[in-house]
């Protein structure tokens, strides 16, 4: 059964940065795009950023598209994200997901990721 742990929340001031990691238990992790995805108080979930399962191909949102980067480690069966120069705005529980998803993704939709993380809560404040 596919697990996925993200670590990496806390607090952060404005123009800082946070680094976060998830780690997938489970066979596999390499045929699986890997996404990150936040929820704010009171809004919907969207999606930040995903990468191909081999990482040549990254998706972001516009949002953090200038400050963010995405990364994987197959051996090691993790993902990351670093988001930098934070705002307010970003405070939201980050979410790791995993999708198996035939060619490359266009865009970063919840609908296509099965196996999501419980999250880990970042909090920025100015």
């Known amino acids: 059964q596919l697990q996925l742990v993200e670590s990496g929340g806390g607090s952060a001031q404005a123009n800082g940065s946070v680094t976060l990691s998830c780690k997938m238990s489970?066979?596999?992790?390499?045929?699986?795009?890997m996404g990150w995805f936040r929820q704010a108080l009171g809004k919907e979930r969207e999606g930040v950023a995903a990468i191909s399962p081999s990482g040549a191909s990254e998706l972001y949102a516009d949002g953090v598209k200038d400050r963010s980067r995405i990364s994987r480690n197959n051996r090691a069966n993790t993902m990351s994200l670093e988001l930098s120069s934070l705002k307010p705005e970003d405070t939201a529980t980050y979410y790791c997901?995993?999708?198996?998803?035939?060619?490359?993704?266009?865009?970063?939709?919840?609908?296509?990721?099965?196996?999501w993380g419980q999250g880990t809560r970042v909090t920025v404040s100015s």
């Open positions: 489970g066979d596999r992790f390499n045929i699986f795009w």
């Open positions: 997901a995993a999708a198996y998803y035939v060619g490359v993704m266009q865009d970063i939709d919840a609908t296509h990721f099965e196996a």
